[in-house]
């Protein structure tokens, strides 16, 4: 090493500034690769609680309680007697004291039996979707590590997704428990505004705060809204009406057609459901809201659905900007709190806007509740896509374009001005991300509207693994519904349920007389259940539209072989091994019945 040192003149100072500088920069890669590592860790509880806490329930004698034995989680924005409530921001907790009394909301929850395990993280001041908080950690999304959560009450939908509480409550101002929900893959229930108690709980915006709550099992969504929920007479049996909002669903990268045909689907085979009803949503919050007119303008010349929910947005985060600034304005400019991207904006525009317009706010927020009503009554139930996009990547400046933003609020404006209750539904996977579809009831049918989720949740999740798997489309753009029933008998094949597998493959029959396939997944069938003059028959038909269908011949030979017709099941196998000279199957019975034919 020395001798090499001489030789390039070891006393230059340059030399040793360069290779000052290549050690330097070989440990700032090693501390760069130390702290991937640490991030690319597993968090301990998905990072989804900001404070373990533990409230135990509060006994109540001679009376049920129906949340016994489940365990819940709550968003720092309730207050805990005895707890500072964070808010999602440092030093918002720094500069309050610890709260005098539980909020309403937690202490009707202990009653009925329920046990607090903690407080969860949240997005600052309830402001933004991504999930995201600079303090204190991003929940891991359970469905997809590399994707935000969805905020703003990412750690309850992060708690209650990845199992480790029963379910979580969050609040929802303008898409903060729907949001996640869908990113989570769980079900998530945004009530009618007003309907139940903030008393306790921190405000954002109040025309727009609601408590809303997430559980994987719609029976734990229907008793957690028993409980919150005021009560009510006996629901009555009502009709109901579904009506699919076409417009909205453009806007959603899941199949609208497979969506349209699962929910068709789910309320054929239930009782006390019309026909699906199809509707423009945009044209009809046109026509029906006029306050709205002036927003729409001002925005653009183009009579277009999107720019109708970008009005609709407008007014949504104006009376959010609003409120938020009367409520907390002494303190954002007494304390100048250093906040997160995204966050720091919200802020900041609603501290300087003037609102001069508030008048016309709070209008176009009455005329929708109005229109609504009009709309839905008290038994319908509006169909819509909750998020328009799929959760993007951690820690990407996409997650704060205006695109995306303008996509998601645009979804969640119209329960969040109307006031009308909604519930995220999961719907399976779509390109290996969680899909999710929203049911939007009238204002103040919130039971009627988790009756509802809980009547249709398991057709609806029967439907999914049929639709989902099909890429097949007619010239209309709908499923080919003969092609679903053959699905359908597919999966009740696998599942051993061959009956059923027949049924629906007669029914794709019934429809389609001329396609092979039907027929020889009707002979599989009929073969699991030892009937075997029928399945020679179905592939008799098979054959008979497709001269070229291998399975058909191996099946029509397995039916001959066994009602004893050996010469006529050879011939079977040994076409069969014609159209397929390496399946084994053929080859296996060619052999055996060579011998028992000799």
Not at 180 to 205: D, E, K, Q, Y
Not at 313 to 328: A, D, P
Not at 585 to 593: G, V, Y
Request: proline share 4%.
């Amino acid at each position: 090493m020395s001798k090499m040192l001489k030789k390039v003149n070891a006393s230059n100072p340059k030399l040793w500034l360069l290779i000052g500088i290549g050690l330097a920069g070989a440990v700032v890669v090693v501390a760069e690769t130390r702290r991937r590592r640490h991030r690319n860790l597993p968090k301990e509880d998905f990072g989804a609680f900001v404070e373990r806490i533990e409230l135990l329930p509060i006994p109540q004698p001679n009376q049920t309680q129906t949340l016994s034995a489940l365990t819940f989680a709550i968003k720092d924005i309730f207050d805990v007697k005895g707890y500072v409530t964070g808010f999602g921001n440092p030093q918002w907790k720094k500069t309050h004291g610890e709260a005098g009394k539980t909020a309403i909301v937690i202490t009707a929850l202990l009653s009925d039996g329920a046990t607090c395990v903690g407080k969860t993280v949240m997005d600052e001041f309830s402001f933004g979707i991504s999930g995201e908080n600079k303090f204190y950690g991003t929940p891991t999304n359970p469905q997809m590590p590399s994707s935000i959560p969805g905020g703003s009450s990412s750690g309850s939908a992060v708690a209650v997704a990845a199992r480790l509480v029963d379910f979580a409550i969050g609040t929802d101002t303008t898409g903060c428990v729907r949001i996640p929900a869908a990113f989570c893959g769980i079900l998530g229930f945004r009530p009618s505004h007003g309907v139940i108690s903030t008393i306790g709980v921190l405000p954002n915006a109040q025309s727009l705060d609601t408590v809303g709550w997430f559980a994987r099992d719609p029976s734990v969504l229907h008793r957690v809204g028993l409980v919150l929920l005021p009560l009510t007479s006996v629901e009555l049996k009502r009709t109901r009406r579904i009506i699919f909002a076409d417009d909205l669903f453009q806007l959603s990268k899941a199949p609208s057609q497979k969506t349209a045909y699962i929910i068709g689907k789910a309320i054929e085979n239930l009782s006390g459901y019309q026909s699906l009803q199809h509707m423009n949503l945009c044209q009809y919050i046109a026509s029906n809201v006029p306050s709205l007119k002036g927003f729409h303008e001002k925005l653009t010349q183009q009579q277009n659905g999107l720019s109708i929910l970008k009005a609709l947005t407008s007014v949504m985060f104006s009376l959010q900007g609003y409120e938020f600034k009367t409520n907390h304005e002494e303190w954002v400019k007494s304390v100048k709190p250093r906040l997160g991207r995204g966050v720091s904006e919200r802020v900041n525009a609603a501290m300087n806007a003037t609102h001069d317009n508030i008048k016309t706010l709070y209008k176009v927020r009455t005329e929708m509740r109005g229109a609504f009503q009009h709309l839905l009554k008290d038994d319908g139930i509006l169909v819509i896509p909750t998020v328009a996009d799929y959760p993007l990547k951690l820690n990407t400046e996409k997650g704060f374009s205006s695109e995306f933003h303008d996509r998601a609020f645009a979804l969640s404006s119209i329960a969040s001005i109307s006031g009308c209750c909604q519930v995220a539904i999961p719907l399976g996977c779509h390109n290996d991300c969680c899909a999710s579809i929203s049911l939007i009831s009238a204002h103040g049918v919130d039971k009627f509207l988790l009756n509802t989720v809980l009547d249709m949740y398991s057709t609806l999740q029967e439907q999914v693994s049929v639709a989902y798997a099909l890429p097949l489309l007619d010239t209309n753009g709908s499923m080919e519904t003969s092609e679903l029933l053959k699905e359908k008998g597919n999966t009740a094949f696998k599942g051993r349920l061959w009956n059923k597998a027949v049924d629906y493959y007669t029914e794709a029959i019934n429809l389609n007389g001329t396609n092979a396939t039907y027929y020889s997944n009707r002979a599989a069938a009929y073969l699991e259940l030892g009937c075997f003059q029928e399945a020679e028959e179905d592939c008799n038909m098979a054959i008979l539209h497709d001269k070229k269908n291998v399975k058909a011949y191996l099946r029509r030979g397995t039916a001959r072989e066994v009602l004893l017709c050996y010469k006529e099941a050879l011939k079977d196998f040994q076409h069969a091994l014609v159209l397929e000279p390496q399946n084994k199957t053929a080859s296996l019975a060619e052999k055996r019945l060579r011998k028992s034919t000799s």
